[in-house]
């Protein structure tokens, strides 16, 4: 498997008029990356339908990241995707566009959104911002914001990896021998009996000669540790609660997100997954492991 290198993007926009007889989609993904990719994947899906720009704020989900630093977008003819925040803001500053539901276009770069329980709302007011994507709207710019479950396997496709997440990546990867099996241990906001799934699989996980353990629990990787040598990078805390790894405040966004990444790469690269754990990042690091023409790793 292979990550690419080369890669093509969009470059700064200097002729921001080109962009007035536009209309957009501002999609604000939340949740963990599999969340926020079949969001992503969602919104592509609409701006498609109904000739829109696709921009995508990441800046205000758990991570915190702007997503133009790690990614880039495949461009496909049909949908144009911009990701970087800094010319979302620029294109929405120089013109006075109408905006769904009807806020002041000048927050849409800070605003912060928080899940009321009912949708995701602008903070301090009761402003409902997950618009209904199966209704066509008039307004210029358009702003879905929501936590996805899909499955997320057609954006993968169009994306090409920045090369400071290839290199991370290889680097990791590289430091483990070859093959190896993976075990993935999703243990805070949804739990998982880690023990008995060594118990049940002892045999087999000490005849494997290699094994990563991809974890969001120190205490599982710990007990891992305690049983065999196991290979892992990922940055945990050795105490305290959090919702999961994507919402831990003390580990640097860049860091998480980069944990998030790689630890799906290594799943995706390894030659079989062990797991009992729930939730769509399982699902997805099993459909990269068993179909690993999904995203070229090199």
Known sequence: MKLLLNYSGFSIITNIDKFKRKKYLLCMPQGGLNDQLSVIKK????????????????????????????????????????????????????????????????????????????????????????????????????????????????????????????????????????????????????????KKLYYDNEKRIQNEKNIYVATDDINALNFFKSKRKIYNFTTLRNKGTYKNLHYDPSILSNTRFIDTLCDLFILGSSHDILTISKGGYIRLAQELCYNKDIINFK
């Open 43 to 194: 919104c592509y899906i609409y701006s498609r339908l109904h000739n829109r720009t696709l921009l995508i704020n990441t800046t205000k989900s758990c991570y915190g990241v702007n997503l133009s630093d790690y990614i880039k977008f495949i461009n496909t003819n049909d949908v144009e995707i911009i990701c970087d925040l800094n010319i979302i803001k620029n294109i929405i500053s120089c013109h006075d566009f109408s905006v769904y539901p009807h806020i002041d276009k000048n927050i849409l770069g800070s605003m912060i959104v928080y899940d009321s329980g009912h949708g995701y709302k602008i903070q301090h007011s009761d402003i409902s911002i997950n618009s209904n994507l199966e209704t066509i709207y008039k307004e210029d710019i358009l702003i879905y914001c929501n936590c996805g479950s899909d499955n997320p396997r057609s954006i993968l496709k169009i994306i090409q990896f920045n090369d400071n997440v290839k290199n991370e990546y290889n680097n990791r990867l590289h430091k483990i021998p070859k093959p190896y099996l993976a075990i993935h241990v999703r243990n805070t906001d949804y739990k998982c009996d880690y």
